[in-house]
């Protein structure tokens, strides 16, 4: 009976001091740190993840990464456990890239096409020109994410690739992506679905037509093998 009687009260002494532990101020949340910010207030950050006083044990840190990462400018939060009583907010923003332009109006997107508010591209952003009327767009909305990619890609890769420069990007939902070269000619791309072939492609063209044959005409590569040249305004 004394060595029940000892197991039961060293049982309620762990659960007790367990529980103790549990509820010590000590490992209470005192402290949000936030780190990673550029243009957002970390201040409103902490203040959003609202964690002070919760339970280092039981602090929900999925669920504010996710009520963070509602935000238009943050591309990823990651929320971390500093012991005894510290929560690290880790933030990565969405950086400027290009301008969509729709309607006359010009809107900040990052490279994976997400409409951003508050902050600016560099001067010489480059611009897509949205062929069509769609509703006024707000941060947060998301234009046609392959096409800001490809963009990214075309004007990355084409100054070495083809020699060739890019003088206007244009979106139409008919015929996706194509740009206006330096060269006088247009190309049509459609999306980045067999890039690498499509670029393939259009260097062996140029090559066996020369780049005076194409000058003023549509090259247009949306079909893989079967590509065509075209009047400009056909």
Not at 25 to 50: F, I, K, N, S
Not at 179 to 199: F, I, Q
Request: charged share 25%; hydrophobic share 40%; with cysteine.
């Amino acid at each position: 009976l004394w060595r029940l009687c000892l197991a039961g009260l060293c049982l309620a002494g762990t659960i007790g001091g367990g529980l103790a532990l549990y509820l010590a101020p000590v490992v209470r949340v005192q402290t949000v740190e936030v780190t990673g910010t550029q243009t957002l207030d970390p201040y409103t950050l902490a203040e959003m993840a609202d964690l002070n006083g919760s339970s280092m044990f039981t602090t929900p840190l999925e669920e504010t990464e996710n009520r963070l990462e509602t935000l238009p400018m943050v591309k990823s939060a990651r929320a971390e456990r500093r012991w005894p009583h510290t929560i690290r907010l880790v933030i990565e923003e969405r950086q400027p890239w290009a301008y969509w332009h729709s309607d006359d109006t010009d809107y900040v997107v990052d490279a994976d096409g997400v409409v951003l508010e508050g902050a600016m591209p560099e001067p010489d952003a480059p611009v897509i020109y949205y062929e069509g009327r769609s509703p006024q767009l707000q941060a947060g909305d998301v234009v046609d994410a392959d096409a800001v990619r490809l963009a990214q890609r075309l004007l990355d890769s084409l100054p070495t690739t083809l020699n060739v420069g890019v003088i206007r990007l244009e979106f139409s939902d008919r015929e996706g992506l194509s740009l206006l070269t330096d060269a006088g000619y247009r190309v049509v791309l459609g999306d980045s679905y067999s890039l690498d072939y499509k670029l393939a492609v259009w260097q062996a063209l140029e090559l066996k037509l020369g780049r005076d044959a194409i000058q003023g005409q549509v090259l247009d590569l949306r079909f893989g093998d079967r590509p065509s040249l075209r009047e400009r305004g056909d």
